[in-house]
T-cell receptor
């Protein structure tokens, strides 16, 4: 298996623009997680899905953030409109079942200017 | 709340054994303890998981005492490439708290 795939790997955008991050989990994994990492706040859990259903989105910082998982092999995290404070590395991870070991993607480094 | 306590940072030298302890006073009966390693510019990577006593794999050992209120990750004969951040997690009965990584322990290995 290719592991968790994220795209793009790097994204530079201007404040106010819409940003869409994409994730393909490992085939057969039932749980998917979106994290954000910065030096100041560390690794933050934003939202997680189980069997394509969002379970907890309490970590999503604002209504500007939204996530979807239309099927078992694809998820998106959207920021609209983006702000400079959204600059961070965004990781997607998947696991066979909830609370099993997670496998992380390479991350998307987002810079909002 | 699945709260873990780890040292913020540790230093050691190549060839030494390094032990990182994580306290988890409110661990639930069925919880496993999982440790991850994160290198700069990469996502965390699963290292080892255990429930009680001792677990060993090709990378590390995990020691868990009988009361299970702490666990110790042991890295034998470390090298410079073991410099990374190490996190411990446990589900704590479910919920987002059990998926929260915390600050981890920044391990720095020197020549």
């Amino acid at each position: 298996d290719a592991g968790v795939i994220q795209s793009p790997r790097h994204e530079v955008t201007e404040m106010g623009q819409e940003v869409t991050l994409r994730c393909k989990p490992i085939s057969g994994h039932n749980s998917l997680f979106w994290y954000r990492q910065t030096m100041m706040r560390g690794l933050e859990l934003l939202i997680y899905f189980n069997n394509n259903v969002p379970i907890d989105d309490s970590g999503m910082p604002e209504d500007r953030f939204s996530a979807k998982m239309p099927n078992a092999s694809f998820s998106t995290l959207k920021i609209q409109p983006s702000e400079p404070r959204d600059s961070a590395v965004y990781f997607c991870a998947s696991s066979f079942e909830l609370y099993y070991e997670q496998y992380f993607g390479p991350g998307t480094r987002l810079t909002v200017t | 709340l699945a709260k873990t306590t780890q040292p913020v940072s540790m230093d050691s030298y190549e060839g030494q054994e390094v032990n990182i302890t994580c306290s988890h006073n409110n661990i639930a009966t069925n919880d496993y303890i999982t440790w991850y390693q994160q290198f700069p510019s990469q996502g965390p990577r699963f290292i080892i998981q255990g429930y009680k006593t001792k677990v060993t794999n090709e990378v590390a050992s995990l020691f868990i005492p009988a009361d299970r209120k702490s666990s110790t990750l042991s890295l034998p004969r470390v090298s410079l490439s073991d410099t990374a951040v190490y996190y411990c997690l446990f589900p704590s009965g479910g919920g987002a708290d059990g998926l929260t990584f915390g600050k981890g322990t920044h391990l720095i290995i020197q020549p």
